[in-house]
């Protein structure tokens, strides 16, 4: 399970560094104990499956991560969305004349004044 927990949060270095302290603390007290290739392979598989499911954790939290933030950052973009529409339908808003004369419509840049002579 230790394994499993340093696959899923370890960085890069630290994850080889474990499974070089591993394979030298586990694998030749096995060799020698039993002799047999079959449990070497055996306890070589169950360690082999165990970083497996940690670095598979990892991408999975990752992911889920990264769609969320998607989902969030939709969310954002279609709320804003939402209140530029909403700013445009309104009468007398920036962008939309309510007048029927284009000199008079507050909307539209001011009208230059004359100057009196």
């Not at 991408?59 to 973009?77: G, K, L, M």
Request: hydrophobic share 40%; glycine share 4%; charged share 25%.
């Amino acid at each position: 399970m230790a394994f499993c927990t340093v696959a899923e949060l370890a960085s890069p270095r630290r994850r080889l560094f474990v499974a070089v302290l591993v394979g030298t603390a586990v694998f030749p007290p096995v060799a020698w104990n039993t002799g047999e290739a079959r449990e070497l392979l055996f306890s070589l598989f169950v360690f082999a499956a165990a970083y497996a499911f940690g670095r598979f954790t990892h991408t999975r939290e990752a992911y889920i991560r990264a769609r969320e933030d998607r989902a969030r950052q939709r969310e954002v973009t279609h709320r804003i969305e939402a209140e530029q529409a909403a700013a445009r339908e309104r009468p007398g808003s920036p962008g939309r004349c309510t007048t029927s004369s284009p000199t008079r419509c507050t909307a539209s840049t001011p009208p230059t004044r004359r100057a009196r002579t």
